[in-house]
């Protein structure tokens, strides 16, 4: 192992920042067509190889991180974090979405809806946390998931991951362009090129957006420290304008907007939560700056959890003041801060709305900018994705191909793709995501490899298939019922209760958080895999088809070329030695058994 790994990394310092074959296909399986024809009669082996495998929280952090060829600089603290929290949050999420959710299905209620988003989006803080201070590598959920839920399950997140990045940030540039037009007293569409021959949701051209998403790609490449500068300053303005709306707001404030509070039902404030989860985005990509953080078990904690109180807070009260001035009926899709105070009769202060909300998009990007990078750095580290993605430039310590990559991807979606089909395909891909940390949370506590029982194992799975199918089908009746029946609630509810009380009285804990863990174990992550899939059943049948499309794409991918790349990658480095110790786990061998089996292996 030990001149496979030499090998390896005199290989890639080798190819350094050149372009070739080899950097984007340099494993055994793409060395010929006939190497390549094995491989793909191979597939089904290595495929049940790939979704056995585990990684080892040590291998990510060491010997993963060592295939970008140089380190990302450790210089971030928890007051840098918690400003990146904000900025990476408080975007377009409310400054545009607040409007439509509130007069076409939510009404006043809107604020309840960000609050159920809200309590969503802290659960998954919480479970983010605790991976973020155990594993503090660039990969986020990616590498989380590699570690519990195996190659295979961290793949399909990965690709949902790189998705929600692009579709986010291309979301939020075409919102850039509907303020920028309302700063300079201008509608949207006066600043986007109209081309009627193409469908309505994809004919609006926006050359403001690709602009924006440029000058956030060069800021992004150049350092993160100089991007958490630039953040703190914009941040700190964004939040005096968030002040601002907030007291000015309520000042204007008339009562008698809120006598009709829920104008849509029950229906329309989960409705609207599914969607308004678009404005707690952003959050996982303070994860992924562990690797760069100067002390991951303080700092973490503090920018993740601080971050998103602030956050939840700001929301609510925004929503509250937007719908006091207004009533839900009048209040402008576009830029509804802005519309709002010209309706109160100060047209002065829709400029100061303007400028704040552009302050507030820019940094969005820009933390999205940061954060998607460093995802598709580790996620190329394991060759699931060319190796040529990983490496880290020497003089910035920043993963230059990366960013470029998902910022051209984020510029031309950017420039086609209207508002309101980004957001719903976005809230998809990120509860899924959400979905899938909470569950690989419930794994890391309750098994180890070795250590775990068979007769434990069992009743962990059948618990964990009862939470989810139970999540599943009161989402699955919330999407499709059209009337007030709660019967199905009255049965699916008690087996989600009883099924994670199980888990808690006959599962015994496997594992105990090193550093900070989540409180409220299993209860808080399986609330977390309840919430998330049940705002799934709020969003539309047509985002659900884009999302199918979207996983059939990924699986192409995986099974003709991510498959055979990471399964040889893995094999030279040694990572499926791991496999073959938990596989004899898995069928009954003792954990002393199984190690003994390890060492063996190892030493020849």
């Known amino acids: 192992m030990g001149v496979n790994g030499a090998v390896g990394e005199e290989g890639i310092r080798r190819r350094g920042c050149s372009c070739t074959k080899d950097d984007f296909l340099p494993e055994e399986s793409f060395k010929s067509w006939g190497n390549y024809v094995q491989a793909l009669k191979e597939t089904p082996s290595r495929f049940m190889d790939r979704v056995l495998t585990r990684s080892l929280d040590s291998t990510e952090l060491h010997e993963i991180k060592a295939r970008s060829q140089h380190e990302m600089k450790k210089n971030l603290s928890w007051w840098d974090l918690i400003w990146f929290g904000i900025g990476a949050v408080i ?123 440029s000058v956030i790609c060069v800021l992004a490449v150049l350092s993160t420290k100089g991007s958490s500068r630039f953040n703190y300053i914009a941040s700190v303005i964004h939040v005096i304008v968030i002040l601002f709306i907030i007291i000015a707001g309520f000042t204007k404030a008339d009562p008698k907007n809120y006598s009709d509070f829920t104008p849509f039902g029950v229906r329309g404030i989960f409705k609207s939560s599914a969607v308004l989860f678009f404005a707690y985005v952003g959050f996982d990509a303070v994860s992924t700056m562990a690797e760069e953080t100067k002390n991951p078990a303080r700092d973490i904690p503090i920018g993740l959890v601080g971050s998103m109180v602030i956050t939840t807070t700001a929301y609510c009260l925004l929503a509250v003041a937007l719908c006091l001035m207004q009533p839900f009926s009048q209040i402008d899709k576009d830029a509804p801060f802005s519309v709002a105070f010209e309706a109160v009769g100060w047209s002065w202060a829709k400029y100061i709305v303007a400028a704040g909300a552009l302050k507030g998009m820019t940094t969005v990007l820009l933390v999205s900018a940061v954060g998607q990078a460093r995802y598709l750095t580790h996620i190329a580290r394991t060759h699931m994705m060319p190796p040529w993605l990983a490496q880290v430039h020497p ?30 395909l976005l809230s998809i891909s990120t509860l899924f995501i959400f979905m899938l940390v909470a569950l690989a949370l419930l794994v890391r506590r309750y098994y180890v490899s070795g250590e775990t029982t068979t007769a434990d194992r069992n009743k962990l799975i059948a618990c964990i298939a009862l939470i989810l199918g139970s999540s599943i089908a009161s989402a699955l009746y919330w999407g499709i019922s059209d009337d007030n029946d709660w019967i199905t609630y009255v049965i699916t509810v008690p087996i989600w209760f009883f099924a994670t009380m199980a888990i808690q009285i006959f599962v015994p804990h496997a594992r105990n958080p090193k550093l900070w863990g989540v409180p409220l174990v299993p209860w808080l992550p399986s609330a977390s895999i309840a919430i998330n899939i049940f705002l799934l059943g709020s969003i539309d049948g047509a985002s659900f088809i884009r999302f199918g499309i979207w996983t059939c794409v990924l699986l192409l991918y995986y099974f003709f070329f991510g498959l055979h790349a990471s399964y040889d990658t893995a094999k030279e480095s040694g990572e499926n030695k791991v496999a073959d110790g938990w596989k004899k786990v898995e069928e009954g061998v003792t954990s002393s058994e199984a190690k003994s089996g390890l060492q063996v292996t190892n030493s020849s």
């Open 395 to 424: 003089k910035t310590g920043t993963p230059i191909n990366a960013t470029i990559v998902m910022l051209t991807a984020t510029a031309i979606i950017a420039f086609f793709t209207d508002l309101g089909i980004l957001a719903d």
């Open 91 to 213: 975007g377009a999420g409310i400054f545009v979405l607040t409007g439509l959710q509130a007069k076409e299905v939510a009404g006043p209620a809107v604020v309840l809806s960000y609050v159920i988003s809200g309590v969503s989006a802290m659960l998954s803080v919480f479970c983010y946390t605790e991976f973020a201070v155990e594993i503090p590598v660039a990969g986020g959920s990616f590498a989380y998931l590699r570690v519990e839920l195996g190659d295979f399950m961290a793949f399909i997140a990965a690709g949902n991951i790189l998705l929600e990045y692009v579709i986010g940030g291309a979301a939020v540039a075409r919102s850039w362009t509907s303020y920028f037009a309302t700063l300079c007293n201008h509608q949207p569409e006066d600043f986007r090129i109209i081309v009627h021959s193409m469908p309505a949701d994809y004919g609006h051209l926006d050359p403001i957006a690709v602009v924006v998403v």
